[in-house]
């Protein structure tokens, strides 16, 4: 059976319990550890991929299509494992299921209760998701103290007891404020939280002390005592100038020692892949300059919409050496007329995935100023759909060239409503999960994936077969295809039976549109390969 890590959070949201949990993680697979991650959401909704991008943020998506909360994104990153549809639990979803269950009569007449129905649910995912784990680490959404957390906090109590306590170890991460006016950091708040924990019958073996400056030993020692844990179970959680440094904190302070050694794992540390991520982190530190890139959405006023775009580029500058500068630019604010002054001093712009009409002109607008001033592209998802209306407005003189997803009554809907989708519901109808695309020879795309893509990859005619994510409904209307290839347009990757467009390109300029979504399975130690491309582009 694995051991199970909880990760529960205090006093305020956002102090970092996902990035302590995937940083532990990557720690543990340092010990040759098979680890795994799940993210447990108190909210209602089924699943996140109805969830407005202004509220939520971005909506992972794993290889086998579920629709994910964004954590799942940070868990890959760090533990380079993919994840699959039992690591993200939602209320909605578990009361669904009871629900289904309860009408379909499996609980035999029973009358249906939180205890012990609804965590008993709880429990049968967090177990199916470690089936194949040593470590299954779980991080519970949310605060002590909400409501709507009470379910998964007494699920996993519960947990704790049916796999023996040996198997199990409990994470608290709060907050430690740092008064400035009279210099001086608080602990109290942490109290409180392990007490509101402790009175869910919960005890953590490990406080993880959130603040923007290291906390003095007293403090920690002050944690200690008030909060029943060994003076080396608190540790410290500093802001750090990126996000992959934190493994290397953790490590610093023992904490994977200590979590095997509470755990009784007697595997030790392999060491030289610490190292290799020590000098990924040094290779960070060591980047100079910047390059501008303008990334054009819908919902940049949360920039969290665009989480796993943004790491990309990150991972990719790691590369290039040099520091990426996003210019957030409004797609509503973008014009034929005003695309010289939005776009002055970007290097490159970036068009990525979205929903509903809103801003579309404005889309349209920036990718007909990058390819007509030949400004490096890359249209990932409705920015590769974006890349062929243009195409077909501007160099196929179809002016009324659009979606059918954006006008119904367009008489050239060059990208249309993909078959059997017609009178559908929103949630989780779309092209869902990792497809395989074969990549044309001789071609922007072939370029990018050549480096690392092996032999084996390629089909009969010697083509590369790539595997990436996908989350969309809509698709290269092939009515047009013959006309756009004869004006120029470049059909760089399509489904292996060829009838689903997968990529486009321009010729003589790096101009790449791609209906999947790269940015999901980029990792820091490696970068996909289309980003790292696109900045070299750039530069």
Known sequence: MAKFIFVTGGVVSGLGKGITA???????????????????????????????????????????????????????????????????????????????????GDYLGQTVQIIPHVTNEIKDFILKNAENADVGIVEIGGTIGDIESQPFLEAIRQLAIEVGRRNCLF???????????????????????????????????????????????????????????????????????????????????????????????????????????????????????????????KYVKLHDSYLSIVESLNHASFVVGKNVKIKWVDSDSVTDQTAPEVFAGCAGIILPGGFGQRGVEGMIASCRYARTHKIPYFGICLGMQIAVIEFARSVLGLSDANSREFDETSENPVIDLM?????????????????????????????????????????????????????????????????????????????PDGTLVEAVEVKDQFHVGVQFHPEFKSRPNKPSPLFVDFLKACL
């Open 171 to 297: 994470i608290h991460v709060c907050l430690v404020p740092y008064i400035s006016g009279s210099d001086e950091f608080k602990s109290k708040p942490t109290q409180h939280s392990v007490k509101e924990l402790m009175s869910v019958g919960i005890h953590p073996d490990i406080i993880v002390a959130r603040c923007d400056k290291e906390i003095p030993d007293d403090i920690r020692k002050k944690i200690s005592l008030f909060c029943n844990v060994s003076s080396d179970c608190v540790i410290n959680n500093t802001t750090c100038k990126s996000l992959y440094e934190v493994p290397l904190m953790l490590h610093a302070q023992n904490m994977d020692d200590v979590v095997c050694r509470d755990l009784g794992i007697e595997k030790k540390a392999d060491y030289s892949t610490l190292a290799d991520w020590s000098k990924m982190v040094e290779t960070i530190h060591a980047r100079s300059g910047e390059i501008q890139v303008a990334l054009v959405g």
């Open 419 to 495: 078959k059997n989708q017609e009178g559908v519901i929103m949630g989780g109808t779309m092209r869902l999960g990792s497809y395989p695309c074969n990549v044309t020879r001789g071609t922007l795309l072939e370029a990018a994936y050549a480096k690392d893509c092996p032999k084996k990859t390629r089909d009969g005619s010697g083509n590369f077969v790539i595997n990436e994510r996908h989350r969309h409904r809509y698709e290269f209307n092939n009515d047009y295809r013959e006309k756009m290839q004869a004006a120029g347009l470049v059909i760089s990757g399509t489904s």
């Open 22 to 104: 995937a940083s532990l993680g990557r720690l543990l697979k340092c010990r040759g550890l098979k680890v795994t991650s799940q993210k447990l959401d108190p909210y209602m909704n089924i699943d996140p991929g109805t969830m407005s991008p202004f509220q939520h943020g971005e909506v992972f998506v794993t290889d086998d299509g579920a629709e994910t909360d964004l954590d799942l994104g940070h868990y890959e990153r760090f533990i380079d494992e993919n994840l699959g549809k039992y690591s993200n639990l939602t209320s909605g979803r578990v009361y669904w299921n009871v629900l289904s269950k309860e009408r379909n």
